[in-house]
């Protein structure tokens, strides 16, 4: 039997439905406050009018009116999910990279052994996702030139702020014993010299900049197509891309005029590097705020929100910026200076451009406050600025009463969290205090503050509903095999843990707000797009545990009214 049915004359069947009622589901607005599970959704021209028991939904359905009606034979339904952190034509590009994640030294070197026997001609190979815990070893040009000597060899960590090269690698970006380390970067050397570990922007001046030099348009379509593909299976509807160059919004545009229309909604913060002098820098803001002029007609598809800032790195290679050293007494500065980062953010408030704020450390997040209330106090009170700040790892309970009070949104991506990255974490931290306050989600519930989730792929997996998992159990859903720690200091950790609903809202509601978009997407309600994405799985009636490996949880996800993905029978 059909999923769908028509009613009316069959006369209005002839034409496009204007009216979809779907009924016998158990619907979650999103709304504030709402937790109940509504019976049946109604939706004219691309929104929601109505969401309720179905009995007065019928009500909002003309008889004469031609009507699709949909089943949901008891299918929970959310609202489209937004990923408020990721980047896209890098992740759709990491689909077709040699993955590493949690491969040893061995492993590795035999997975590029056999990239290199599926393509012979290959002018280089890219890999991803390294963790430097379970290499074995200390990551070295050498290892990658045993097996793969004459042609380049780039491998991304797995959260992307490192990359090890061979070096073919290092010689084909103009890296040398000589060359200097860019401002915020590091070429690791020992005593012999270079290791073919770069770090932070050596990786994003260097490395990606050669990568992305070697790469066409139709191939960073071709990504595109990849990655929407992939997020709408997984019941995203729209992202907020987290760190837009000029060749990806090129991409970005050519696939909107093409088609007028993207597959999702994307909203872009624009990359500003700190290289340059103020006068370079203070270009790349203005340069944002022309792209987002220029795009204004591309809305609700495409546009740009604002600027990207990574103003420090991450602890798994103790490059985040923190008040105490590292393990091994390390103590890394931040890659902005105050005085630098605040004229920036300053500027950029000026245009009310959104500005977004990578910092993991606690240094980092206290001088990313600093430089927002700078703007504030620099160009007056003004509402619904919506600047956040990106990851907050380590963080205080001083910074989240602050962020909160100066309305800074706090974007945060549960999957980081996961127990199979958190031993290399613990390790550089030196196993304090600071570790039994990692990542604090219920901290900000507490305090009031705005969350948008995202997932930060490629960094990391970009499923939702195991990213929901590890949210509301701070248990595994990368490795679902891994059992619950019995380390009393990491059990402690689950008070952090947060309610099934309220990590919803951050995922739909929350990262809705943070593109200035929660008046017409983000909840399940009267006037709102209707977006929204029907699951296999029911977590509120049938457990937590139903997300960890839903994966393929969506069954169909709906845009503007239509549904535009379908899971196909049998997977």
């Not at 379509?221 to 997020?231: G, I, N, S």
């Not at 309305?407 to 196993?431: C, F, K, T």
Request: glycine content about 6%.
């Amino acid at each position: 039997m059909s999923l769908y049915s028509e009613q009316g004359s069959a006369a209005a069947n002839m034409t496009r439905p204007t009216t979809t009622l779907l009924t016998n589901g158990r619907i979650f607005s999103s709304a504030p406050g709402d937790e109940r599970l509504h019976q049946a959704i109604v939706v004219q021209g691309g929104k929601v009018v109505f969401v309720g028991e179905e009995k007065q939904a019928r009500t909002h359905v003309a008889e004469d009116a031609p009507t699709q009606t949909v089943d949901l034979n008891g299918s929970v339904v959310l609202p489209g999910l937004i990923d408020a952190h990721t980047h896209l034509i890098m992740f759709g590009a990491s689909l077709a990279k040699v993955d590493c994640l949690g491969k040893t030294v061995e492993e590795i070197q035999q997975a590029l052994l056999e990239a290199r026997r599926a393509s012979p001609d290959a002018k280089m190979i890219l890999a991803r996702s390294f963790l430097f815990d379970a290499l074995g070893q200390k990551p070295h040009k050498s290892l990658l030139d045993a097996v793969i000597p004459d042609i380049p060899v780039f491998i991304d960590s797995a959260d992307l702020h490192s990359c090890w090269a061979n070096s073919a690698g290092l010689k084909a970006v103009g890296v040398n014993e000589s060359t200097e380390n860019p401002k915020g970067g590091e070429f690791v050397k020992d005593e012999q010299g270079l290791t073919g570990l770069c770090l932070e922007t050596a990786v994003t001046e260097y490395i990606w900049a050669f990568i992305a030099k070697h790469t066409t348009l139709e191939e960073r379509l071709a990504h595109l197509d990849r990655v929407f593909e992939e997020y709408l299976a997984t019941g995203v509807t729209g992202v907020v891309d987290m760190a837009m160059t000029a060749e990806d919004l090129e991409a970005l545009e050519v696939y909107y005029r093409r088609h007028q229309k993207l597959p999702i909604r994307v909203a872009c913060q624009w990359l500003v590097r700190p290289e340059g002098t103020d006068d370079s820098r203070a270009e790349q803001v203005r340069e944002a705020a022309a792209h987002r002029q220029r795009l204004s007609s591309c809305a609700p598809w495409l546009g740009i929100s604002g600027i990207k800032i990574i103003s420090d790195g991450v602890v798994d290679s103790c490059t985040a910026y923190l008040t105490r050293p590292y393990a091994d007494g390390t103590l890394p500065g931040p890659i902005w200076p105050a005085d630098e980062l605040t004229k920036v953010v300053v500027l950029a408030d000026s245009l009310d451009l959104q500005v977004a704020v990578h910092a993991i450390g606690d240094a980092a997040s206290e001088q990313a406050l600093d430089a927002f209330e700078s703007a504030v106090n620099a160009n007056g009170p003004r509402p619904a600025r919506r600047h956040r700040i990106e990851h907050l790892e380590v963080v205080t309970k001083e910074s989240i009463a602050r962020l909160t009070h100066l309305g800074v949104i706090a974007s945060l991506q549960p999957v980081h969290a996961d127990p199979v990255y958190v031993p290399n974490w613990r390790l550089m931290l030196g196993e304090d205090e600071r570790c039994d306050r990692a990542f604090p989600w219920t901290e900000y519930v507490d305090a009031g503050s705005h969350v948008a989730f995202g997932s930060d792929a490629p960094t990391a997996p970009h499923h939702c509903f195991p990213n929901l998992y590890t949210a509301t159990t701070r248990r595994s859903a990368i490795n679902p095999k891994l059992p619950p720690s019995t380390d009393p200091r990491l059990i402690q950790l689950e008070r952090f843990s947060l309610k099934l609903s309220t990590a919803i809202r951050f995922y739909t509601a929350g990262s809705a707000y943070s593109t200035r978009g929660e008046k017409t997407y983000g909840t399940l309600e009267p006037g709102k797009r209707a977006d929204f994405c029907v699951l296999s799985i029911d977590p509120f009636a049938q457990g937590l545990e139903t997300l960890r490996e839903a994966q393929q949880a969506v069954t169909q996800t709906w845009i503007g009214g239509e549904r535009v993905w379908t899971r196909p029978h049998g997977e």
